[in-house]
């Protein structure tokens, strides 16, 4: 491993208050949204999605890399520019989501265990060598009345760990993601819990297989109650139970934690990180930013609609998105 390498890519993708944009949905996940959008599940309608949102005018203001997925990286625009280049060009760092998506975990109902690690050393080269300098990885962990269990947690925590060792060995920033879901009607207090216990042992994972935690970047959930919970909390609660449950489980040594969105609307998102900045400026030892898919992308996607004259009006609004979220780290 080339610690160097690393940390300064770590540095630049969130330099001057920057954060990453998530456009790494799997071709079933991007036709659901297309679907839901009344959009042609297609791979050129999904090239044309992706090569709008990377000509975005102005989007490396405040987006410093973008995680794009296995299609992704292999486009090009419309004229034969590779994405790769479109990217490096407006000085926005690629990287790539490596996991190959979730799958049930066998014997524990409602849980679920990532799949990816086999011929993962070979994909990262490639990635690598295709201009990737970072690499995702997202664990699944579902709140309901009798789970997470110990062996689900058990099971996500120490593969995260495995594919981080192989991306430091590559020389690929590992971008480590275990997400808490939203889903389901649990407190925030329960989301607390699952979380802490979660970073906890996935520290001690990294730990165990020696994986340098001055260079990853860790993106979690936010602590927040289940969307069907009938008691949801304020913004100022949302951001210091988060903060709270960031300080008791992530070491001070990790450089950056960028947060995904997960089912909050763009609104929210931006306010808890907001909220977070503001009143927990001097409690936070980590850069701390976003890593959003849905909270910059939904209003754009719903503008463009797949027709080319919603163009530059879904662009703007994915600009606008992106600035307001820098705006609340930077703030
Ligand atoms: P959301 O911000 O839509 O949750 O997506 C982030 C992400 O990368 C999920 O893996």
């Known amino acids: 491993m080339n ?41 050129e309608m999904r090239r044309r999605y992706r090569e709008m949102i990377i000509t975005t005018p102005g989007l490396s203001e405040s987006i410093g890399g973008a995680i794009l997925f296995d299609e992704t990286i292999r486009q090009q625009t ?20 490596v996991d190959q998506g979730t799958k049930p975990l066998a014997g524990f109902p409602g849980e679920k265990i990532t799949e990816g690690l086999d011929g993962l050393r070979e994909r990262l080269a490639e990635y690598k060598t295709l ?6 990885w997202r664990a ?10 110990e062996a689900c947690i058990a099971a996500n925590m120490q593969q995260l760990a495995l594919y981080a060792a192989l991306c430091q060995e590559a020389d690929l920033v590992p971008m480590v993601e275990p997400e808490v879901l939203m889903t389901g009607d649990h407190t925030i207090g329960r989301c607390y819990d699952v979380t802490e216990k979660c970073l906890k042992q996935l520290f001690d ?27 949801q909390n304020t913004v100022d609660e949302v951001a210091a139970a988060t903060v709270n449950c960031l300080r008791a489980s992530v070491p001070v040594a990790v450089p950056a934690i960028a947060f995904l969105s997960g089912g909050q609307t763009p ?12 009143n927990f400026r001097n409690q936070l030892p980590w850069i701390l930013s976003f890593s959003f898919a849905r909270a910059i992308q939904q209003p754009a996607l719903d503008t463009w609609k797949g027709q080319e004259a919603n ?7 994915l600009y606008e998105r992106a600035k307001l979220d820098a705006a609340a780290v930077s703030s």
């Open 78 to 97: 419309a004229t034969g520019i590779p994405f790769i280049q479109v990217l490096q060009d407006a000085g926005i760092i690629p990287g790539i989501k």
């Open 205 to 231: 994972q990294l730990y165990l297989f020696n994986v340098d935690i001055e260079a990853i970047i860790l993106k979690p959930n936010m602590v927040i109650a289940g969307e069907a919970a009938s008691q």
């Open 311 to 317: 163009v530059a009006a879904a662009q703007r609004l």
């Open 267 to 278: 609104e929210m998102a931006a306010a808890h990180l907001l909220s977070m900045h503001k």
């Open 140 to 149: 699944v962990i579902t709140i309901d009345k009798n789970i997470p269990t």
């Open 3 to 43: 610690k160097q390498i690393l940390t300064e890519t770590i540095e630049q993708l969130f330099a001057n208050g920057k954060g990453l944009l998530a456009m790494d949905e799997s071709t079933a996940t991007a036709n659901k949204r297309f679907a839901a959008a009344g959009i042609p599940q297609t791979e």
């Open 131 to 136: 201009g990737a300098r970072f690499a995702k």
